[in-house]
């Protein structure tokens, strides 16, 4: 089994979140497996703080949490009267005008929004609960791997509160609108094996062999050329946003760009 960042020297270690690179793999790890890597506003700033350590090698991220959780969403210390010490509570914010909620929660969503850069593939190795934000965050991923015993669930609507921190959109991305409105409203849990059936996984593995699944899934990726997968994942996630005759024009530039680049007359 890998052991990741076990060996390495840390480039960040702070507020539940650890970030080690080794050359072209960086490897993200949520650190506090007592509280089932619950998430609060100062690991969101720690988790935005790590996309932008990432140094100029790295080709793949791989996203993990410690324990037997991936993150069990919120704390739950944020759904108090008093909150988390130094934070706005709900509210608080529920107090603040348009633009000043507008920017608050788009200050939390940059934790999530850095994983999907067309320089880097990242993938959320997913273990036990991941709900609410937990599954927000193994969302934000490009790729995932789970445990046999991962139970992810949206838990946003129950409370009253909707999916905020971006994960609507690959949500149904993945799955369809339909399952995707049915698993948010419900807010069930989705076990291993619908999570590769439906797309949101791409393997299902015993709990012990989850981060060496994960580990030959960013050597498998490592082993194309960078920029081919750079472009590669630049015209899938623009597919969506393009007509069929658009993608066939990016692809033909696409494809212009990687021939000189390999024929050694790129710009």
């Known amino acids: ?28 790890t949520l650190t506090n497996p007592a509280k089932r890597n619950a998430q609060s506003p100062a690991l969101w700033r720690a988790l935005a703080e790590a996309g932008q350590a990432l140094p100029g090698s790295v080709r793949v991220v791989v996203l993990r949490g410690e324990g037997k959780s991936f993150s069990a969403g919120l704390d739950r210390q944020m759904f108090t009267p008093e909150g988390i010490e130094g934070e706005p509570t709900f509210i608080d914010l ?17 934790a999530f929004t850095w994983w999907r850069r067309n320089d880097i593939v990242s993938i959320a190795a997913v273990q036990g609960h991941a709900i609410g934000a937990g599954f927000q965050l193994a969302l934000a991923c490009d790729l995932r791997v789970v445990a046999d015993d991962v139970q992810f669930a949206m838990r946003e609507t129950s409370l009253g509160l909707v999916p905020d921190l971006t994960g609507t959109h690959p949500l149904v991305g993945l799955v369809g609108y339909a399952r995707a409105l049915e698993i948010c409203v419900t807010g069930r849990f989705v076990h291993a094996e ?8 791409s393997v299902a593995v015993p709990a012990a062999e989850l981060d060496g699944a994960a580990a030959d899934l960013a050597s498998a990726v490592l082993a194309a050329p960078r920029d081919a997968v ?25 494809q212009a760009r990687r021939l000189r680049d390999l024929a050694g007359i790129g710009d």
């Open 194 to 201: 619908e999570a590769v059936v439906s797309g949101l996984a």
């Open 94 to 110: 529920a107090r603040r005008d348009d633009a000043g909620i507008d920017a608050s929660i788009a200050a939390y969503q940059d």
């Open 230 to 254: 750079v472009e590669t994942k630049a015209l899938l996630r623009g597919a969506t946003g393009r007509s069929f005759d658009e993608q066939r024009i990016a692809e033909r530039a696409a």
């Open 1 to 28: 089994m890998a052991s990741f960042d076990q060996d390495l020297a840390p480039v960040l270690d702070k507020d539940g979140v650890r970030l080690t690179v080794d050359d072209a793999l960086a490897t993200v």
